[in-house]
């Protein structure tokens, strides 16, 4: 549903959105044009009072009356020489008198307009949504009842099939026969639909302007917004326009009262459509369907039907109907059984013979009376002109085929009809197929065309899989995949580029894509815009997306780059030959120049399909694709299943894995040579396992391997991705589905890796730090922190990690009070004292010795330390060969001493540098207070004190960490690292603190600004001190209540805002009432301000409550006194008013404004309560990251670790251990098992959640109502069999009573010799009892 309503807005934003105000459709006068009689030709059978157009003379203009001997020798009106145009007077809104405030569209035509006009206006400024299917009904006009069953077909299979497929539905849209009959079912579909359903059905009128009842109602030179429109009497048939239409299309021929001139209009109309591709844009792979259904219908039908005929169009006649449906069913019967194929005079272009025409006369004849020699001969002509295109005439029969497979029947009459007018190479299924592409019908594939009966080609899937992915239609992107679409061969650069091309022009992605664009092009690139856009269309995709716009891989990198920021490295610059590091200038020339050339890596595959596509479907926010493309197996694609499947496109078969059990959750699969021939394993576990093979399957396919997907760092990117670009989405709608989805993917992410911890806990710690090659060298910790994932940092595996590199190489277990004694004591460290995982790791690698053989440790080498994965991989690489070599010696390895190597493990713990850290800054505040109370000199020469330039070194260290943290943290650049550093709070705190802190000491050493340095000093050490509460933020309990205090603290700034409006209000009306004359501006903002807030904590004078018991001794009301210095009196006069006011003040401020407060408190207190462990999980891993990276020696001796770090990272250039512990790079060989056991976690985790959906009360009624459908069908083809049957009977009882009577004739004769009895019918033995 959400696709649909995608496509809907990015074609015309919507039904309700695009409602083009007057003066924007001020053009349809000037190009629409309605027609006026101009030639009075007289009726002779209304005695000279009508003219034959239908109109009587006072209708008529003077010219027209006075061309008196032009009319005389004019025997028959002819709309195209005795009428004239003029600019129409009838367009705009329509709403109907007494219903629904829902407006339609009408338009007052000539019946001459072009249907490119008409198509534009329906799809464009009205904002219909382009069909997928036009089905016009024709004939059924006039008050004639229509039967039972037809009425059935129109509400249950008509209507629904259009809701279905998306079509529009056309008519005479009257309140009268079939058009009358199509608005109620429509408006019994609208009332039915839920409120949230996107799938509405089109119905469209194109009626005579002449027939329509109360025209004049809808005449407005300048168009009605909206026109009233008055129906009499809706409960009988008339000519007035049915409320239920979407729009009307008022054929103008100059007739008034007389049918028929709209015809041609809507054959031309119906024509022009059909020559449309479907799809946004038109970007779909096929025209756009045109079906015309025959409902009944006089003589004049067979014309309409002859000139659709003419342009191919097929039609479907209702058998049974009446009128001309029941004349065509007995036409192409009986030729047909009379004949097998045409005879040669019935080939087109040639008189028929006269037998055939005999019989059609005598048809005409039986169904319509024709009289007339002419009009029986033009009849008879035109019927033999439909019979010559009787291969696009389908009959429905309605004892058949019931009204609940009518989609089905439209699309066997389509595909019948498209097989017709193309060559005969054309695969009738792929036709099909691509029907129901276009209709989203997945259904009728799956039951029809993927059913195993049909082998599908590579070839025959590309183009419907292209529609597909435009067009947002998940369900057959599954389909395909699953029946032999290969990704790899099909996801090019050039295709990828393709669909980038085609975002939706409305959606952020476009605006940002555009951008880019622009910028590029601006620099010197525009001319390789049309290069660059035919090369596109190389791909054959040049009907899809013609008229787009032609974005590279420059600008989607660049895009990509502005979301995600630097937690990845650009995208797809090495299809473009571009350096990682290059600068964007640099970039933007070498990128035009490139793009100038052949682009020969359009060619090539995109080595992760499936990343590449999740992207893309990610930000265009479409929900149900990108879930998909998130679901899809991640280190390759899974063929089949069962023993028959292969990869497609592969020579190889299918490779046999046998399953082994054993007691983890996840099994080993014994694979004999896995890895030495480049394959990968690909297991989606069965229901019924929690991971294994697959239910019912013996057989595992392998597919070739290529680029990995990892699927929690996808879902934390998808989650990152949306929530940007939810920032700068201005449609409220959009930008909550945007939260909605971004909250799924994280719960997706934080899901999955809770299987994969439950299943590994070594795993999943190396599966956090690990680099993505898809994701630009990210991983899962840094994607998170991005992307804001609390919920996934409240994991329980992300916190053992978290708490494994909080402990580094010491015991979780420690307790604190030994830590601290072991700082202060530092020799207990070598003791027992201190425990630590060395000595437990290297006595269970003793025990547990590694296979030889790569196959029998699937996922990888077991990690059981963080220190295992620090060796590079050349290291890895040349230990292995030394390994394998059986005559070289035992490698040696440097080892530190131990004094050396347990003193570095303890002091570089990031809860060692913690600790360390907070008694240190503790001692900072205790010499800070001692300077500020005790030791603080007067200025030079007579200060500072020793102990003050010990505190301002101290400070200097500070000030010199806080830029190792701004400068050399990483590779951004400087000023995404000044943006990075300023965004966090504490960061703004210290920045603050110190600033600060320069000011008082330069304020401090002069004489003058001595006070004001002292008070900025007092002030600085309360900021020092809050800076405290970030360091207890790692406490479990303190951690979430310092959340709750921050959010609380938002909470009073509002509160704040109303008491100050209150404030204001009372503060300014009581001096005013108060004080007459006061010119002491100091005493005044006092009285305002100061006062009215201590009258909140009943700090209330005597004087204030009553101005009568005041001491009026020392005032007075002399302005002069009052200059020198007096006193101002109270005023009395007012001073009911004043006690008045100060009931009111408290009663707004300590009861309401107080409880208001209370209140939200409570609501604060007990919203971020229920989630407060998850901000404080999230806080605790920014705290840790902090101090993982800090040195380990606290300031003031924090400058020997910042020289330290100088010469060991710039001079040296070594890195540091500490960088492996959150970012961690892998051989493409291990990478590959650990995606692979990825993979299948999270398999394991989506069947699971299937089992649950499926055991959901809604999933259990639908099966038990398709199972109760099924039964209803095949009883009703019971029924039907059983009707058969017993016509079979009664002719067989016939014919035996026949040759009953035929043998007795016989016997009675002397004509034949009897040589024996005739036979006896023996009875049938009864079946024998089970």
Request: net charge neutral.
């Amino acid at each position: 549903m959400a696709g649909r309503g995608q496509s809907r807005r990015a074609e015309g934003g919507g039904r309700g959105a695009l409602r083009r105000p007057e003066k924007e459709q001020s053009w349809i006068p000037k190009m629409i044009k309605k027609r006026v009689c101009t030639t009075f030709v007289e009726d002779s059978f209304s005695n000279g009072a009508l003219c034959q157009c239908g109109a009587p003379q006072e209708m008529h203009t003077r010219v027209a009356m006075e061309d008196c001997f032009g009319t005389a020798i004019v025997n028959q009106w002819d709309s195209a020489q005795h009428s004239s145009e003029y600019p129409t007077d009838a367009f705009g809104a329509l709403q109907f008198a007494g219903t629904s405030k829902r407006q339609s569209r009408f338009l007052r035509l000539s019946c001459d307009t072009q249907p490119d006009v008409v198509y534009k206006l329906l799809t464009t400024d009205w904002a219909i949504p382009r069909p997928n299917l036009v089905v016009s009904v024709a004939g059924g006009e006039g008050k004639m009842k229509l039967k039972s069953w037809v009425r059935d077909v129109l509400r249950q299979g008509l209507v629904r099939a259009a809701q279905s497929t998306g079509a529009w539905i056309l008519t005479g849209g009257l309140r009268e026969g079939v058009g009358r009959c199509v608005g109620e079912a429509v408006k019994d579909h609208k009332a039915a639909a839920s409120s949230f359903s996107c799938s509405t059905v089109i119905a469209l009128g194109i009626a005579p302007w002449g027939m329509v009842q109360n025209r004049e109602q809808l005449v407005n030179p300048k168009g009605s917004f909206p026109a009233k429109y008055y129906v009499p009497n809706t409960s009988r048939d008339s000519h007035s326009l049915d409320g239920n239409y979407e729009a009307f299309l008022l054929v103008d021929d100059g007739t008034v009262g007389r049918s028929g001139g709209e015809a041609a209009f809507r054959a031309s109309l119906e024509d022009f459509i059909s020559h449309q591709r479907t799809g946004i844009w038109g970007s779909g792979s096929i025209e756009i369907p045109v079906l015309c259904m025959l409902i009944a219908g006089n003589a004049n039908m067979l014309k309409r039907m002859d000139l659709s005929l003419r342009t191919s169009i097929p039609w479907l006649v209702l058998e049974g109907s009446g009128g001309a449906a029941d004349f065509i069913c007995d036409l192409l019967e009986d030729f047909s059984s009379s004949s097998s194929g045409p005879p040669c005079a019935e080939a087109a272009g040639q008189v028929p013979s006269h037998d055939l025409q005999e019989h059609i006369r005598d048809l005409v004849k039986k169904y319509f009376s024709p009289g007339a020699e002419g009009k029986m001969e033009k009849l008879t002509e035109r019927a033999f002109s439909i019979y010559q295109k009787r291969d696009l005439v389908t009959i429905y029969h309605e004892e058949q085929e019931g009204p609940d497979d009518f989609d089905t029947v439209l699309l066997r009459v389509l595909v019948r009809a498209r097989k017709y007018k193309q060559t005969q190479e054309a695969s009738p299924h792929t036709e099909e197929l691509k029907l129901a592409v276009t209709w989203n019908r997945v259904d009728i594939a799956k039951s029809e065309l993927f059913n195993g009966d049909i082998q599908w080609k590579y070839d025959d899937l590309k183009d419907s899989f292209t529609d597909a992915l435009l067009n947002d239609k998940p369900q057959f992107v599954r389909l395909f995949t699953e029946n032999g679409l290969n990704i790899i061969n099909y996801l090019t650069y050039g295709r990828l580029e393709a669909l980038y091309s085609s975002v939706s022009d409305n959606s952020v992605a476009c605006a940002l894509l555009q951008r880019r664009l622009n910028e590029r092009q601006e620099s010197g690139g525009s001319a390789s815009s049309l290069q660059m856009a035919r090369s596109l269309t190389a791909e054959g995709m040049e009907d899809a997306l013609s008229g787009c716009r032609a974005f590279t891989l420059y600008e989607v990198s660049r895009v990509l780059s502005d979301i995600l920021g630097d937690v990845c490295q650009p995208f797809y610059y090495d299809p473009l030959e571009l350096d990682k590091d290059i600068s964007t200038r640099r970039a933007l020339k070498k990128v035009n120049k490139f793009l100038k050339g052949r682009c020969k890596y359009r060619e090539e595959s995109c080595p992760s399909p499936w990343a590449a596509l999740f992207i893309w479907a990610v930000l265009q926010n479409r929900r149900e694709m990108a879930t998909f493309f998130w679901e899809m197996v991640s280190p390759a694609q899974v063929a089949g299943v069962g023993g028959g499947a292969s990869w497609p496109g592969s020579s190889q078969g299918p490779v046999q894995l046998s399953y082994t059990g054993s007691k983890h959750s996840c099994r080993k699969y014994a694979v004999q040579s896995l890895y030495s021939e480049g394959w990968q394993c690909v297991a989606r576990p069965g229901p019924s396992q929690p991971c294994g093979p697959v239910a019912g399957a013996s057989l595992l396919t392998l597919a070739p391997s290529y680029q990995a997907e990892e699927s929690v760092l996808s879902a934390l990117g998808a989650c990152k991705i949306l929530r940007e670009l939810s920032r700068l989405e201005e449609d409220t709608e959009t930008e909550c589905s945007m939260e909605e989805l971004a909250s799924k993917f994280e719960s997706l992410a934080h899901d999955v890796y809770r299987k994969c911890y439950e299943s590994s806990e070594c795993r999943s710690f190396t599966l956090l730090i690990t680099k993505s090659t898809v994701w630009g060298g990210a991983t899962c910790l840094q994607m998170a922190s991005a992307a804001d994932a609390r919920l996934f940092f409240s994991n329980d595996g992300v916190q053992s990690l978290l708490s494994q590199i909080w402990w580094g190489d010491m015991e979780s277990n420690t307790q604190i009070w030994k830590l601290f004694l072991a700082i202060f004591f530092p020799p207990l460290i070598y003791s027992t004292f201190v425990s630590f995982r060395k000595e437990q790791e290297e006595e269970v690698k003793n025990e547990d010795v590694p296979p030889d053989n790569p196959c029998d440790n699937f996922y990888g080498e077991t990690i059981f330390s963080l220190k295992d994965i620090k060796p590079s991989e050349q290291e890895e690489i040349e230990y292995n060969v030394l390994r394998s070599s059986p005559n070289a010696p035992a490698p040696t390895s440097r080892k530190c001493p131990f004094l050396v190597s347990r003193w570095r493990q303890f002091w570089i713990a990031p809860v060692t540098v913690f600790f360390v850290n907070v008694l240190m800054y503790f001692l900072f505040l205790f010499l800070f207070a001692f300077v500020l109370l005790v030791d603080f000199k007067p200025p030079p020469p007579f200060g500072p004190a020793p102990t003050e330039l010990v505190l301002y070194f101290w400070a200097f260290t500070l000030v010199c960490e806080e830029i190792r943290q701004t400068l050399f943290i990483s590779n951004k650049s400087m000023s995404r690292r000044m943006k990075t550093y300023i965004q966090d709070v504490w960061n703004k705190c210290d920045l603050t603190a110190l600033l600060l802190f320069v000011i008082a000491l330069v304020c401090r050493m002069f004489e003058e600004s001595y006070q004001v340095g002292r008070a900025i000093l007092s002030l600085d050490f309360l900021v020092f001190t809050l800076r405290l509460i970030h360091i207890f933020a790692i406490h479990k309990q303190m951690g979430p209540k310092i959340i709750i205090v921050g959010k609380m603290v938002k909470d009073v700034f509002f509160f704040l805002f109303f008491l100050a409006v209150w404030l204001l209000a009372y503060g300014v009306t009581n001096q005013a009432l108060l004080y007459s004359y006061d010119h002491r501006p100091y005493w005044v903002l006092r009285r305002i301000f100061y006062r009215p807030y201590l009258y909140i904590f009943g700090q209330i004078p005597l004087n204030d409550i009553d101005v009568a018991k005041a001491d009026a001794g020392n005032c007075t009301n002399n302005v002069t006194l009052i200059h020198a210095g007096y006193e101002p009196c109270m005023n009395m006069y007012t001073n009911w008013l004043v006690i008045v006011l100060l009931v009111v003040y408290l009663l707004v401020t300590n009861i309401l404004l107080i409880n208001l407060l209370i209140a939200m408190f409570s609501h604060t207190f007990s919203k971020v309560q229920e989630n407060s462990d998850i901000y404080w999980k999230y806080q605790r891993y920014k705290l840790i990251v902090e101090y993982h990276s800090r040195p380990s020696l606290p300031p003031p001796f924090i400058l020997l670790s910042h020289l330290h770090l100088f010469i060991k990272k710039k001079i040296r250039k070594i890195p540091s251990i500490k960088d492996y512990r959150f970012a961690l790079e892998l051989s493409s060989r291990k990478v590959n098992r650990l995606t692979t056991w990825e993979a299948i976690q999270k398999e394991c985790f989506l069947t699971a959640q299937n089992r649950i959906q499926r055991q959901s009360d809604t999933e259990r009624l639908k099966r038990t109502s398709s199972k109760v459908d099924n039964v209803l069908k095949q009883m009703a083809e019971i029924r039907d069999n059983d009707r058969r049957l017993k016509v079979l009977e009664s002719e067989l009882a016939y014919c035996t009573s026949v040759l009953s009577w035929m043998v007795e004739a016989v016997s009675q004769s002397n004509a034949v010799q009897v040589t024996r009895p005739p036979p006896v019918l023996k009875e049938p033995s009864p079946a024998p009892q089970s």
